[in-house]
């Protein structure tokens, strides 16, 4: 199954970075079939039943909360940036998130990452160290309710069983 899921996902990838030309389509099978023998013994992940229910989630539950933050954010920093005194509380705040396995946190700090006005600096176990440009909470809970929890509830549903 391993295999089948590599080359799903390297297909899928080339697909949508190449087009849907026949050249393409037959390329594409070829490349993907010699790398995912190559990169298999080296991947960590399966395709399982539950994997159409999470991926219906991530396209559309998460996506549009990630793009909705996305515009509110861009929004708050371009109005800092267009008042004439720019109102700023810059510092860290550590997060910590109840997210299991890797790629549900890199999921996670990605997408705040990618939230103008924060920048995820560093992951250490479950606890997410970051930068904004305006701390708004005074207690850790405070801050992951202003920076993180959206996001974690709907990450929390795609990656419940993906530990």
Known sequence: MKYVATFLVLYASYLALAGFHLQELLLGAIVSVALTFILAKHVNFTLDYRFPVRLLVFVFAYIPLFVWQLVLSNVDVAGRVLRLKIPLNPGFVKISTDLKGDF?????????????????????????YIHTVDVKGKTPEENRANISEKFEKVLGVVFKWWI
């Not at 939230?115 to 250490?124: E, N």
């Open 104 to 128: 549900a946190k890199l999921t996670l700090a990605n997408s705040i990452t990618l939230t103008p006005g924060t920048l995820s600096v560093d992951i250490d176990g479950s606890d997410i």
